[in-house]
């Protein structure tokens, strides 16, 4: 009897289902045409493995996966752990929610992740491990009490959901809270076995902020290295292990810095590690003026690109190597400034208008793809990456 099983290589990564399955996307579809494969000769196709999973998904049950009510008033951290688990926090909500999506029962989001020295705690951002990176994946959240005069980073082992350690927890005294800024920034460094945790404070004497580096294995009370920004602090930070560097948008200025993390630790506090790679005088005049030209700006590091989102426009920042009568050095460049495609709105009379982009709010990245929401909440837009250019996909 002939096999109806058909192997399909989608960018990369290797899928085996039946031609009945993919009979269900429609004759129209080219799925539906793909005929029974060795697995020695699959079918390739050049698409996003991510995405591909997805439409697999809903060609074998008939339906997206589930929706989850959560109790929280909305959802400001969120992590992907596995296709049947994914954690939600709120920095007006106590605790960490379990969102889970079994795929013989329906989603619940009933457990709750707390911080054990303070159940009440809010949480303000999250961070995980791969399983293939540790023995057993970890999630970071840092926490904040619910009086705000207390602060932890809190590490779960996410095969027993407890707490195993708590990292850097800071206490208020009186009203001195530029002594114990939480960490609303948190990014796991795989490669380099680090944990950024970062978090700033807006006050009448400007925005101030802590950056720490901690090595998990080594202290829970020591980083590896630190530093206090009191001149054009962080409005943003995000860390890339691509390019083995952290990367800033100045409150003041605006501007994206640049540090390189081989260039760091070692020696617990730090002296100034940043590198302008905009407007190096620019940036050094808004700050000496006390400007708020970063305030809202949004950073992300994804493979080797670097993201900024500065109100509705996207920037993105590449590495170049120059050539080798130049010096060879590799230096990072700004080579594209955008917002997508404008939308066209019909007016009452027959008139039509173009709606202006507004803020850009959230966003995430996969495959060579990226998704962001803006303020108005009424869409997703989809941006798709091409070898010389982004294109917009609605």
Known sequence: MASSV?????????????????SRAGA?????????????????????????????????????????????????SLVAVSPTLAL?????????????????????????????GSPSATVLSMAATSATEVSS???????????????????????????????GRKEVYGADVEAAIPASRLSWLGRHNLLLAAGSHSGPAGVVGDICLWDVRASATVPVWELREKEDCFA?????????????????????????LRMLGGGGISIEPWVCIGDGQRAA????????????????CYLNWVFVARGGEVEVWTQVELAQEAGGKKLMRRNWVGNGPSFVIAGGSGHESVKEKTKIVSWAFGGSRMALARDDKRSIEVWDSAPAAISFNP
């Open 6 to 22: 058909v192997t399909l290589n989608v960018g990369g990564e290797v899928f085996q289902t039946t031609a009945a399955t993919l």
């Open 28 to 76: 129209s579809s080219p799925l539906a045409s793909l005929a029974p494969t060795p697995a020695s000769a699959p079918h390739f196709l050049d698409r996003d493995p991510r995405l591909f999973a997805t439409l697999l998904s809903f060609l074998r049950r008939g339906r997206l996966a589930p929706t989850v009510l959560t109790p929280l008033p909305a959802v400001d």
């Open 88 to 116: 939600a926090g709120a920095r007006d909500f106590a605790g960490v929610h379990l969102c889970r999506y079994p795929d013989d029962a329906p989603a619940t989001a009933r457990e709750v992740l707390s911080w054990p």
């Open 137 to 167: 994946p970890w999630l970071f959240t840092s926490f904040e009490s619910a009086r705000r005069n207390s602060s932890a980073v809190v590490t779960f082992d996410m095969n027993s959901l407890s707490p195993v350690a708590e990292i």
């Open 236 to 260: 943003d930070i995000a860390a890339s292990e691509a390019l083995s560097s952290l990367f800033k948008v100045g409150a003041a200025s605006g501007e994206v810095f640049m540090a390189d």
């Open 285 to 300: 005049a808004a700050a000496s003026a006390g400007r708020k030209e970063g305030n809202g700006c949004r950073i992300e």
